[in-house]
């Protein structure tokens, strides 16, 4: 599996936490798209970053990240094609996986620990989409960007 991960500058510490958790997985490679120091940057640069890997293929799924993920993730989901999920927890990260086949995870830096962003993303990596009813839904969700 083939990740992009990026951040804004108030999430530049949970994003290397988070690329530690990645490295343990020997099927997922990464790609750090940014930011790489504590100097200003707008989200919505970075979100259209990891996005366009997502959206052309060059990646299967995406990570960003925020101060609150608030910001990002509606960046995010500006983008067609793309199913952001902000999760602050194991059981919403699973659900965004198995019921919404989200292929973008947002997490903040100043909201949740190195230890809750390792297990939310751990669930989120290794949980798959459920389809069947859910699958309907996720089509109804993505049509609503063509009109």
């Not at 902000?86 to 230890?115: P, T």
Request: neutral net charge; hydrophobic residues 40%.
């Amino acid at each position: 599996m083939k990740i992009t991960i990026g951040s804004d500058h108030g999430a530049v510490n949970l994003k290397e936490a988070v690329k530690q958790v990645l490295a343990e997985f020997k099927d997922v490679e990464f790609k750090d798209v940014g930011t790489f120091g504590t100097d200003a940057v707008d989200y919505p640069d970075i979100a259209e970053k990891v996005c366009a890997d997502v959206v052309s293929g060059a990646a299967d799924r995406g990570i960003v990240l925020c101060g609150t993920g608030i910001g990002i993730s509606i960046a995010a989901n500006k983008i067609k094609g793309i199913r952001c999920a902000l999760c602050n927890d194991v059981f919403s990260a699973e659900k965004s996986r198995e019921h919404n086949d989200a292929n973008v995870l947002a997490m903040g830096g100043r909201v949740i620990g190195f230890g809750v962003a390792g297990k939310i993303v751990r669930a989120w990596l290794t949980t798959d989409f459920e389809g069947g009813r859910h699958e309907r839904r996720v089509n109804k969700i993505m049509a609503l960007e063509n009109k």
